[in-house]
Protein backbone atom coordinates (compact mmCIF):
# COMPACT_ATOMS: atom_id res chain seq x y z
CA UNK A 1 0.00 0.00 0.00
CA UNK A 2 2.65 2.42 1.32
CA UNK A 3 4.70 1.48 -1.94
CA UNK A 4 1.76 1.82 -4.67
CA UNK A 5 1.47 5.81 -2.68
CA UNK A 6 4.67 6.68 -3.35
CA UNK A 7 4.98 4.87 -6.88
CA UNK A 8 4.23 7.67 -9.28
CA UNK A 9 4.86 8.74 -13.41
CA UNK A 10 6.99 11.71 -13.73
CA UNK A 11 7.69 11.11 -17.52
CA UNK A 12 7.05 8.53 -20.01
CA UNK A 13 8.93 5.12 -18.47
CA UNK A 14 10.32 6.98 -15.87
CA UNK A 15 8.72 6.52 -12.23
CA UNK A 16 9.15 7.62 -8.79
CA UNK A 17 9.43 4.50 -6.05
CA UNK A 18 9.84 4.71 -2.73
CA UNK A 19 13.50 2.95 -2.60
CA UNK A 20 14.24 5.63 -4.64
CA UNK A 21 12.76 8.83 -3.11
CA UNK A 22 14.32 7.29 0.01
CA UNK A 23 18.58 6.59 -1.96
CA UNK A 24 17.69 9.84 -3.20
CA UNK A 25 17.03 11.84 0.16
CA UNK A 26 19.51 9.89 1.97
CA UNK A 27 22.14 10.80 -0.79
CA UNK A 28 21.71 14.14 -0.67
CA UNK A 29 20.98 14.43 3.54
CA UNK A 30 24.16 13.12 4.08
CA UNK A 31 26.39 14.84 1.60
CA UNK A 32 24.47 17.96 2.77
CA UNK A 33 25.90 17.06 5.96
CA UNK A 34 29.20 16.72 5.02
CA UNK A 35 29.20 20.32 3.56
CA UNK A 36 27.79 21.70 6.44
CA UNK A 37 30.52 20.60 8.87
CA UNK A 38 33.39 21.24 6.18
CA UNK A 39 31.54 24.92 6.07
CA UNK A 40 31.30 24.97 9.66
CA UNK A 41 35.09 23.76 10.57
CA UNK A 42 36.41 26.17 7.94
CA UNK A 43 34.64 29.34 9.52
CA UNK A 44 35.67 28.12 12.76
CA UNK A 45 37.30 31.30 13.30
CA UNK A 46 35.07 33.81 11.60
CA UNK A 47 31.99 32.50 13.88
CA UNK A 48 30.05 30.66 11.05
CA UNK A 49 26.06 31.22 11.01
CA UNK A 50 24.03 28.46 12.20
CA UNK A 51 21.11 29.88 9.59
CA UNK A 52 23.61 29.15 6.66
CA UNK A 53 25.13 25.47 7.95
CA UNK A 54 21.02 24.45 8.72
CA UNK A 55 20.34 25.69 4.79
CA UNK A 56 23.47 23.78 3.27
CA UNK A 57 22.23 21.00 5.19
CA UNK A 58 18.11 20.64 3.73
CA UNK A 59 19.17 22.94 0.31
CA UNK A 60 20.27 19.51 -1.34
CA UNK A 61 17.44 17.73 -0.61
CA UNK A 62 15.26 20.23 -1.18
CA UNK A 63 16.77 20.28 -5.03
CA UNK A 64 16.80 16.65 -5.27
CA UNK A 65 12.57 16.64 -4.69
CA UNK A 66 11.99 19.85 -7.23
CA UNK A 67 14.34 17.07 -9.92
CA UNK A 68 12.45 14.37 -8.75
CA UNK A 69 9.01 15.93 -9.49
CA UNK A 70 9.92 17.73 -12.59
CA UNK A 71 12.00 14.78 -14.55
CA UNK A 72 11.48 15.51 -17.71
CA UNK A 73 7.96 16.88 -17.99
CA UNK A 74 8.37 20.49 -19.98
CA UNK A 75 5.17 21.66 -18.72
CA UNK A 76 5.98 21.04 -14.96
CA UNK A 77 9.19 22.59 -15.22
CA UNK A 78 7.49 25.84 -16.19
CA UNK A 79 5.11 25.69 -13.47
CA UNK A 80 7.47 25.42 -10.70
CA UNK A 81 9.54 27.77 -12.36
CA UNK A 82 6.56 30.33 -12.15
CA UNK A 83 5.79 29.22 -8.42
CA UNK A 84 9.12 29.69 -7.29
CA UNK A 85 9.37 33.18 -9.20
CA UNK A 86 7.28 34.72 -6.27
CA UNK A 87 9.63 33.54 -3.51
CA UNK A 88 11.58 36.84 -2.67
CA UNK A 89 14.87 35.58 -0.48
CA UNK A 90 16.75 38.47 1.70
CA UNK A 91 19.76 38.03 3.46
CA UNK A 92 22.59 39.55 4.59
CA UNK A 93 25.40 39.69 1.53
CA UNK A 94 27.98 37.03 2.04
CA UNK A 95 31.68 36.38 0.81
CA UNK A 96 32.45 34.46 -2.30
CA UNK A 97 32.89 30.99 -0.17
CA UNK A 98 29.60 31.22 0.93
CA UNK A 99 27.85 31.39 -2.58
CA UNK A 100 30.27 28.58 -3.47
CA UNK A 101 28.95 26.12 -0.80
CA UNK A 102 25.19 27.39 -1.93
CA UNK A 103 26.45 25.84 -5.82
CA UNK A 104 27.91 23.02 -4.23
CA UNK A 105 24.99 22.04 -2.41
CA UNK A 106 23.11 22.39 -5.29
CA UNK A 107 24.73 20.53 -7.55
CA UNK A 108 24.95 17.44 -5.09
CA UNK A 109 20.69 17.50 -4.88
CA UNK A 110 20.80 17.93 -8.95
CA UNK A 111 23.18 14.90 -8.89
CA UNK A 112 20.90 12.89 -6.41
CA UNK A 113 17.50 14.25 -7.97
CA UNK A 114 18.99 12.73 -11.36
CA UNK A 115 19.40 9.59 -9.71
CA UNK A 116 23.74 9.70 -9.67
CA UNK A 117 23.93 8.28 -6.12
CA UNK A 118 27.13 7.24 -6.39
CA UNK A 119 27.87 10.12 -8.91
CA UNK A 120 27.17 12.87 -5.81
CA UNK A 121 28.65 11.09 -3.09
CA UNK A 122 31.90 10.78 -4.68
CA UNK A 123 31.77 14.34 -6.41
CA UNK A 124 30.48 15.75 -2.67
CA UNK A 125 33.54 13.84 -0.64
CA UNK A 126 36.24 15.01 -3.17
CA UNK A 127 34.99 18.54 -3.29
CA UNK A 128 35.00 18.56 0.52
CA UNK A 129 38.06 17.34 0.47
CA UNK A 130 39.77 20.09 -1.61
CA UNK A 131 38.22 22.69 0.55
CA UNK A 132 39.43 21.27 3.60
CA UNK A 133 42.91 20.76 2.31
CA UNK A 134 42.85 24.23 0.61
CA UNK A 135 42.26 25.90 3.95
CA UNK A 136 44.99 23.67 5.63
CA UNK A 137 47.50 25.16 3.81
CA UNK A 138 46.26 28.66 3.71
CA UNK A 139 45.83 29.02 0.02
CA UNK A 140 45.11 32.23 -0.83
CA UNK A 141 45.52 33.90 2.64
CA UNK A 142 47.66 36.95 2.83
CA UNK A 143 50.21 37.56 5.24
CA UNK A 144 48.68 40.49 6.31
CA UNK A 145 45.04 41.47 6.56
CA UNK A 146 43.68 44.78 6.00
CA UNK A 147 41.98 46.54 8.74
CA UNK A 148 39.65 50.24 8.77
CA UNK A 149 40.96 52.61 10.37
CA UNK A 150 38.17 55.79 11.43
CA UNK A 151 40.14 59.18 12.39
CA UNK A 152 38.29 61.57 13.77
CA UNK A 153 39.98 65.82 13.44
CA UNK A 154 39.27 68.95 13.93
CA UNK A 155 37.82 70.93 11.26
CA UNK A 156 41.00 73.05 10.75
CA UNK A 157 43.52 70.11 9.99
CA UNK A 158 43.93 69.31 6.69
CA UNK A 159 43.77 65.59 6.63
CA UNK A 160 45.52 65.75 3.03
CA UNK A 161 48.66 64.11 4.07
CA UNK A 162 48.37 64.78 7.89
CA UNK A 163 48.99 61.38 8.73
CA UNK A 164 51.37 60.02 6.17
CA UNK A 165 54.34 59.86 8.29
CA UNK A 166 53.00 58.14 11.14
CA UNK A 167 51.94 55.78 8.13
CA UNK A 168 55.27 55.34 6.80
CA UNK A 169 56.42 54.64 9.87
CA UNK A 170 53.50 52.24 11.23
CA UNK A 171 52.03 50.62 8.12
CA UNK A 172 52.81 48.58 5.25
CA UNK A 173 50.57 50.47 3.30
CA UNK A 174 47.59 52.92 4.46
CA UNK A 175 44.82 54.14 2.09
CA UNK A 176 42.21 56.92 2.23
CA UNK A 177 38.71 55.63 1.19
CA UNK A 178 35.96 58.00 2.51
CA UNK A 179 35.65 61.17 4.13
CA UNK A 180 32.45 62.66 5.75
CA UNK A 181 31.86 65.29 8.08
CA UNK A 182 30.24 65.08 11.50
CA UNK A 183 28.57 67.33 14.77
CA UNK A 184 27.07 69.92 11.69
CA UNK A 185 30.70 70.02 10.13
CA UNK A 186 32.69 70.60 12.98
CA UNK A 187 34.40 67.47 12.53
CA UNK A 188 35.87 65.16 9.68
CA UNK A 189 35.67 61.62 10.20
CA UNK A 190 38.25 59.93 7.97
CA UNK A 191 38.60 55.94 6.71
CA UNK A 192 41.15 54.17 5.94
CA UNK A 193 41.99 50.84 4.79
CA UNK A 194 46.01 49.93 6.59
CA UNK A 195 48.48 46.84 6.25
CA UNK A 196 49.97 47.27 9.55
CA UNK A 197 53.86 46.31 9.78
CA UNK A 198 53.94 43.04 11.82
CA UNK A 199 56.86 44.49 13.53
CA UNK A 200 54.96 47.57 14.98
CA UNK A 201 52.85 48.00 18.11
CA UNK A 202 49.49 48.95 17.64
CA UNK A 203 48.83 50.88 20.88
CA UNK A 204 51.89 53.12 19.44
CA UNK A 205 50.74 53.52 16.32
CA UNK A 206 47.10 54.92 18.09
CA UNK A 207 49.10 56.99 20.43
CA UNK A 208 50.49 58.28 17.74
CA UNK A 209 47.41 59.53 15.58
CA UNK A 210 45.76 60.32 18.71
CA UNK A 211 48.50 63.22 19.50
CA UNK A 212 48.04 64.20 15.71
CA UNK A 213 44.16 64.52 15.83
CA UNK A 214 43.93 65.99 19.61
CA UNK A 215 43.42 62.80 21.02
CA UNK A 216 39.57 62.77 19.14
CA UNK A 217 37.69 59.41 18.54
CA UNK A 218 40.24 57.00 16.85
CA UNK A 219 38.61 53.62 16.04
CA UNK A 220 41.05 50.72 13.85
CA UNK A 221 38.67 47.43 13.41
CA UNK A 222 40.77 44.22 13.55
CA UNK A 223 38.33 41.86 11.53
CA UNK A 224 35.51 44.07 9.88
CA UNK A 225 32.61 42.18 8.61
CA UNK A 226 32.14 42.48 4.70
CA UNK A 227 28.49 44.29 5.32
CA UNK A 228 29.70 46.39 7.57
CA UNK A 229 29.00 50.19 7.13
CA UNK A 230 31.85 52.72 7.38
Known sequence: MLESIFT??????????????LAALGTAFAVGLLISFVYIKTHASKMPSQSFALTLVLLPA???IIILLVGNNIARAFSLAGAFSII?????????KDITY???S??????AGMGFLLYAAV???????VVVLLEACKYGKSASTAKTLKITIPENLDYQGAFDDIFDQYAASASLIKVKTTELGSLFELTY????????????FIDALRCRNGNL???????APNNAEF
Do not use: H, Y
Open 102 to 104: VLF
Open 88 to 96: RFRSAPGDA
Open 8 to 21: TSTAGDITITLPTL
Open 123 to 129: AGILLCA
Open 62 to 64: VVT
Open 217 to 223: NITLALD
Open 193 to 204: SVVAKNDQSEKD
Open 106 to 111: MAVGLA
